[in-house]
């Protein structure tokens, strides 16, 4: 198709076309034009020292069509026009609401992460009941930022705010567990964590969520 359509510019732009009666055909010599492949032929009429086809002629040798807008005619050549490539669609967005919500149940369990990992580090002890007002407060984000998930990538998006709440969770029972038993907890264990480091990728794609306000899903919160 794009062989026969060059093919077919080729031969147009050997010629001027023009509409009927718009040149005197007085002292003009005629002859007619053929594209290769194709059957029939247009009327080719020879004024001036140029050469003028028929256009109606030239449409249908070439199977194309002719359409006019006021003093403007357009010749629109049969698989000329490519299709446009598929786009993909854009990620859904995000609610103002639901980001606004869900940047708030994060900064409440980022809270809670840092006083965990500073009592670590610091070789506080850790207490039940200091763990605990940490993990109400973020539990309450949570609530309202399922509250506020209306739209279809709120919805997609408030189970990965929901499992960075659950990953933090149960990294801060498990280290109320080791204390708890008197078992020496060592400054900076929560850098080489598992847990803790899944806590931390899942929060980097959350935060890039709320800053592009489109849903991704880009594994780090599974």
Not at 44 to 68: C, D, H, M, P, W
């Amino acid at each position: 198709m794009r062989i026969h359509s060059m093919r077919t510019w080729r031969a147009i732009a050997a010629f001027l076309i023009l509409p009927p009666l718009a040149v005197s055909l007085a002292a003009a010599q005629s002859s007619s034009l053929s594209v290769a492949g194709q059957p029939g032929s247009a009327k080719v009429i020879k004024i001036g020292g140029r050469n003028y086809v028929e256009l109606e002629g030239l449409a249908q040798i070439t199977n194309s069509s002719v359409s006019f807008h006021g003093s403007h005619i357009v010749l629109t050549l049969s698989g000329a026009t490519a299709e446009a490539p598929a786009t993909e669609a854009p990620p859904p967005s995000l609610s103002k609401e639901f980001v606004a919500a869900s940047i708030e149940a994060m900064a409440e369990t980022r809270e809670w992460h840092a006083a965990l990992k500073n009592a670590i580090d610091r070789g506080f002890s850790l207490t039940e009941d200091w763990l605990t007002a940490y993990r109400e407060q973020a539990q309450q984000a949570l609530q309202l930022a399922s509250v506020a998930a209306n739209t279809t990538a709120d919805k997609d998006a408030i189970p990965f705010v929901t499992s960075e709440f659950n990953n933090m969770r149960e990294l801060s029972d498990k280290y109320l567990k080791i204390a708890n038993s008197m078992t020496y907890i060592p400054p900076n264990s929560l850098d080489n964590d598992p847990l803790d480091k899944k806590i931390r990728t899942c929060a980097h794609s959350l935060a890039s969520m709320a800053t592009v306000n489109q849903f991704v899903d880009d594994g780090s919160c599974q």
